[in-house]
């Protein structure tokens, strides 16, 4: 039978592995979401280098056309997939470009408003469907390419850079 002594000792070693335990779980619970505010952090950069880029492409060039081709080639280029144009890319990119093509159309109207003729209050003409808010655009293209590929899509900005030995001449 334990003494008086030893069930003291052993209530107070169960305080102490009790309260291990919960700093761990706090300490866990920390980790996670600086881990989470961190990412949001480096996405929120990432994604003002992006369409802060596209932005000032489609400012440049007065041609829709042309100017959506250089906006996605200058992403593209950024995130290291192309070094020229882009049927660099190949057929399994069709589908980002369907949904990057209509951002880069937003980014340059914005850049290019079209001049409102008189009566007509700024309004879009009949034949062209309303423009979508680039970032909001950019957002669902994101939701979409981590559901489609099960990362997000700035993650692509990261890059394993091989170490490199340091040498002195």
């Known amino acids: 039978?334990?003494?008086?002594?030893?069930t003291l000792i052993a209530r107070l070693q169960a305080d102490?592995?009790?309260?291990?335990?919960?700093?761990?779980?706090?300490r866990a619970d920390v980790e996670a979401r600086l881990q989470a505010a961190e990412r949001g952090r480096a996405f929120a950069w990432r994604r003002l280098s992006a369409l802060s880029d596209m932005a000032r492409v489609a400012a440049l060039e007065p041609d829709r056309e042309l100017a959506v081709e250089r906006q996605l080639e200058a992403l593209f280029r950024?995130?290291?997939?192309?070094?020229?144009g882009l049927a660099e890319l190949g057929e399994g990119a069709?589908?980002?470009?369907?949904?990057?093509?209509?951002i880069a159309e937003a980014l340059h109207a914005a850049a290019h408003p079209a001049p409102a003729g008189p009566g007509d209050a700024g309004a879009p003409p009949d034949n062209d469907p309303p423009l979508a808010d680039p970032l909001a655009a950019?957002?669902?293209?994101?939701?979409?390419?981590?559901t489609e590929r099960g990362e997000p899509f700035l993650q692509v900005?990261?890059?394993y850079m091989p170490a490199t030995p340091v040498v002195e001449f």
Not at 138 to 146: G, I, P, T, V
């Open 1 to 6: 039978m334990p003494t008086a002594t030893e």
């Open 16 to 26: 102490c592995t009790a309260a291990e335990a919960a700093e761990r779980a706090v």
């Open 78 to 84: 950024e995130i290291g997939w192309i070094e020229g």
């Open 94 to 102: 069709r589908p980002l470009l369907d949904w990057l093509r209509p």
């Open 138 to 146: 950019f957002r669902a293209f994101e939701a979409w390419y981590e």
């Open 157 to 159: 900005y990261e890059r």
